[in-house]
Structure formats: structure tokens, C-alpha cells
């Protein structure tokens, strides 16, 4: 069945990185968009980033903008977001998706998802 690991949440200070990562399984990995997403403190689910199948198009919050990359290795399975310049608003708890095909479209709703992991910017 599908799977979605994700890893490398943690605790940062404002200004400082994180890299989280999603292990993915159970299916054929380089067929489909992935993205990542985001659910802050008393806030709904909002989609942060996504990366087409094959990595050539990739999207982004503008808020996130110029702060955070997506990356995927489609030999390992597994998609990266490298987050700089964290901001305390940041802090939430992110999950991976995997789209329902290869192109990655923000207005539509993920095929699965992950369990999350927390990420929390604060001094």
C-alpha cells in the first residue's frame, strides 16, 4: 500500500534551516507530483510547495517564496523541502501528499498523505 515517511522536523530558530524528507513506497514514485503541506496552530491545511513528476516544474506559497526549495530523487524515492530563513509563522506541522498524476495542480486535493512532521520556529 502507499506509504509517506515524513522526516527532519524539529526545533529552529528564526533565521536558521531545517531539511525535512518523505520516503515514499508502495508505489511508482516517479509517476506522480508530490508536494508538501501545512497545517499551523488553529489554522486549516494550506499546500506549500509541490514538485511535478519528474522535477522540471516546481510551485510554491508565496510566502514561502525564495525561502524554501522542493527537491525530489526519484532513484531514492523520496522528496526533500529545504526550508532557510524560518520564520516563527512557519511553525506547523507538515505533511507530504502524492498527487493523483504527474503534473502537480495546488487546487487539487492530494491522493494520500503522510502523518506529518512538526516543524517549530521560536528563539
Known amino acids: 500500500q502507499v506509504q509517506l515517511v515524513e522526516s527532519g522536523g524539529g526545533l529552529a530558530q528564526p533565521g536558521g534551516s531545517l531539511r525535512l524528507s518523505c520516503a515514499a513506497s508502495?508505489?511508482?514514485?516517479?509517476?506522480?507530483?508530490m508536494s508538501w503541506a501545512r497545517r499551523a496552530p488553529g489554522k486549516g491545511l494550506k499546500w506549500v510547495s509541490g514538485i511535478d513528476s519528474d522535477g522540471t516544474d516546481t510551485y510554491y506559497l508565496d510566502s514561502v517564496k525564495g525561502r524554501f526549495t522542493i527537491s525530489r530523487d526519484n532513484a531514492k524515492n523520496t522528496v526533500y523541502l529545504q526550508m532557510n530563513s524560518l520564520k516563527p509563522e512557519d511553525t506547523a506541522l507538515y505533511y507530504c501528499?502524492?498527487?493523483?498524476?504527474?503534473?502537480?495542480?495546488?487546487?487539487?486535493?492530494?491522493?494520500?498523505w503522510g502523518q506529518g512532521t512538526q516543524v517549530t520556529v521560536s528563539s
Open positions: 508502495g508505489f511508482t514514485f516517479s509517476s506522480y507530483a
Open positions: 501528499a502524492r498527487s493523483h498524476g504527474p503534473a502537480f495542480r495546488p487546487e487539487e486535493e492530494s491522493a494520500y
